[in-house]
């Protein structure tokens, strides 16, 4: 037991650090510097965050000027791991043939992961810059075709993204 | 005591109340925002322009809100609690002297202060600070509640090992100036030096002493959030809620109040200098008591800024931290302060 050496946090102190007050004060500095900073904040409603390209809001589904993109494969329902797309199919006389007759996604369930986006062989289904999700009521967030369907001029800059490194 | 003395001194406390309680609301303001400058943030600003009538929609908030007293808390104590508080804060504001007397009426002075002339001006602050833990520790066992009796005891505790490092600081005052009366300290300052040159020891020692009083951080062990969820308060809401946080900043700005007159020379404009001469105006003449009261104040809310900025600057004593620097560190200080000035009373005077 001869040579244990202490060197605990209070040992290491100088004798100015010891009695608090010069390290209180230059803390206290610290804090009077900090008030004249700008600050960080964003004033939400008036100020409104834009995301890049690579955000992933809310998925939806391209609306060309023809119609919607999805050819309702179904894959995107499939891929969905936490079970929020439901996608029931139909026959129509255009060149894709098949088209959604319903497009429901829960966005309760939804965690944003963009699986579906991955998996659609037709680049119709998106994940758009929408962060923005408020509902009243459980049925509200079951969005259908209607709110689903974007335009395809709002989703530019996702699709170049998309092209760009997927 | 006349009719007209009876009304005058019913004015003067309406006064004197009225601004104590907008001050106290403002200050929760201030302090909001100075944390939020502090932080890098904005702080409220919403209400009103720069958020300035936040304390008014606090205030109306807080009197709308239902008021629940637990089934286990003695009612009757349990709703004198924040009544004490708040009345011994109040009580503080009659001897703090904010300046000379305005307007003469039968041979009596009238001013902003209540009772300036109180022979034994500081003993009264003691003796009401002292009090004021009755409040607090009050609030903590009516509540019946773990968490609101530790933040009680706490308080009861704190508060009374740092009393006597509060009244041994007050003693170099009293020593140098010969006088408990707190104008009679402040008019030896305004043609002298202020007593914080005479007194460093004395001041720093009153601040902190004062922190711990006041239960402000780094002393705030009582309401300290992560351990006791909200300390002696816990139970409380609505205006009784409002009650015991209004006393806590009142006590804030009397104690700001006390040491601007006691170590800052009160309503002294120019330190080492005789403001009546160079102003060129007589002494207790309107203009200079007017200034005085301007001056007073700013300084007590420089000393009210100074305890919120260390709020937001240090983090909180442990609680045998707290005893350790209250009986082990600033009592000894004290004492050899008091000795030293007594030693100085008695060489140079």
């Known amino acids: 037991m001869a040579n244990i050496t202490s060197n605990t946090e209070s040992q290491r102190l100088t004798f100015w650090e010891r009695i608090y007050l010069p390290e209180i004060a230059k803390g206290l500095g610290l804090t009077f510097k900090q008030m004249f900073k700008p600050s960080f904040t964003r004033q939400y409603p008036e100020e409104r965050w834009i995301p890049e390209g690579s955000y992933r809001g809310r998925p939806v589904l391209v609306l060309e000027e023809d119609g919607e993109r999805c050819v309702a494969c179904g894959l995107c329902s499939r891929v969905c791991p936490a079970l929020a797309i439901e996608v029931r199919a139909a026959e129509t006389d255009m060149d894709k043939e098949r088209y959604p007759e319903k497009f429901e996604i829960n966005m309760l369930r939804c965690i944003y992961c963009g699986f579906c986006e991955e998996v659609c062989p037709e680049e119709a289904i998106v994940m758009s810059k929408d962060y923005e999700l408020v509902f009243s009521s459980q049925e509200e967030g079951i969005f259908g075709k209607d709110k689903l369907l974007v335009p395809i001029a709002q989703l530019q800059e996702r699709l170049e993204f998309l092209r760009q490194w997927r | ?349």
């Open chain 2, 1 to 349: 005591m006349s009719l007209i003395q009876l009304i005058i001194i019913v004015i003067q406390a309406t006064i004197l109340l009225t601004l104590m309680l907008v001050c106290a609301a403002y200050m929760v303001l201030a302090e909001r925002k100075i944390a939020a400058w502090i932080q890098n943030r904005v702080g409220p600003n919403r209400v009103g322009p720069w958020g300035l009538f936040q304390s008014f929609a606090d205030v109306i908030k807080l009197n709308l809100k239902e008021d629940i007293v637990p089934a286990a808390a003695d009612y009757k104590f349990h709703a004198l609690a924040p009544v004490i508080a708040i009345g011994v804060a109040i009580t503080v504001y009659a001897i703090i002297p904010f300046s000379g007397p305005l307007v003469e009426i039968d041979g009596i002075q009238y001013g902003l202060s209540m009772a300036p002339n109180m022979n034994i001006g500081i003993l009264a602050m003691l003796a009401m600070t002292s009090v004021g833990v009755y409040g607090i520790a009050l609030a903590g066992w009516s509540s019946n509640n773990k968490y609101s009796l530790m933040g009680g005891l706490r308080s009861a505790a704190q508060m009374i090992s740092y009393e006597l490092s509060m009244g041994l600081a007050i003693i170099g005052v009293v020593l140098i100036a010969g006088s408990l009366n707190l104008i009679e300290i402040i008019q030896a300052q305004t043609s002298g030096i202020w007593y914080i040159f005479l007194q460093p020891a004395g001041f720093i020692l009153f601040f902190i002493t004062a922190l711990a009083e006041t239960n402000r951080a780094p002393f705030d062990l009582p309401e300290a959030e992560p351990e006791l969820v909200g300390g002696y308060h816990t139970e409380y809401s609505g205006m009784k809620f409002g009650l015991l946080y209004l006393a806590e900043y009142a006590n804030i700005l009397a104690s700001s109040a006390i040491m601007a007159a006691l170590y800052l020379g009160g309503w002294d404009a120019i330190p080492f200098l005789d403001d009546s001469a160079i102003l060129g105006l007589a002494p207790n003449s309107i203009p200079l008591v007017l200034l005085g009261h301007v001056v007073f104040l700013t300084k007590a809310f420089a000393l009210v800024f100074v305890f919120i900025w260390v709020r937001w600057s240090l983090p909180r004593f442990r609680y045998d931290q707290l005893m350790n620097l209250g009986w082990k560190v600033l009592l000894p200080i004290s004492l050899i302060n008091v000795i030293l000035t007594g030693l100085g009373v008695l060489l140079f005077q």
